[in-house]
Nanobody, 124 residues
Framework: QVQLVESGGGLVQAGGSLRLACAGS????????MAWFRQAPGKERDFVAR????????YYADSVKGRFTISRDNAKNTVYLQMSSLKPEDTAVYYC?????????????????WGRGTQVTVSS
């Protein structure tokens, strides 16, 4: 059974930093594209960042480009999201997702496996 477990969320002031982690089990981690999505109250789940199977390619939403960094450690079956210069509009539940071959890698519907999410709250 595939499990993705996020950690590292919390409350931070605007301008601060957080690092999220997502530990995977039950899947061949190094053969899956990993992604982060986020969902604010009353809004759709939005793409944040994704990373290729071996970590050689990354892609970011325009809203986080230059502030967030996605990385992965396949030996630890873990993907990370380093978030810096946080803004109140980054407040959301952040979800980790995995898929072997996502058809549309920035579309949440393309991912088969999801974690339960971790709350990130940025105060102004």
């Amino acid at each position: 059974q595939v499990q993705l477990v996020e950690s590292g969320g919390g409350l931070v002031q605007a301008g601060g930093s957080l690092r999220l982690a997502c530990a995977g089990s039950g899947l061949t981690f190094g053969e899956h594209v990993m992604a982060w999505f986020r969902q604010a109250p009353g809004k759709e789940r939005d793409f944040v960042a994704r990373i290729s199977e071996r970590g050689g390619h990354t892609y970011y939403a325009d809203s986080v480009k230059g502030r967030f960094t996605i990385s992965r450690d396949n030996a630890k079956n873990t993907v990370y999201l380093q978030m810096s210069s946080l803004k109140p509009e980054d407040t959301a539940v952040y979800y980790c997702a995995a898929d072997w071959t996502p058809v549309s890698p920035s579309d949440s519907k393309s991912y088969d496996y999801w974690g339960r999410g971790t709350q990130v709250t940025v105060s102004s």
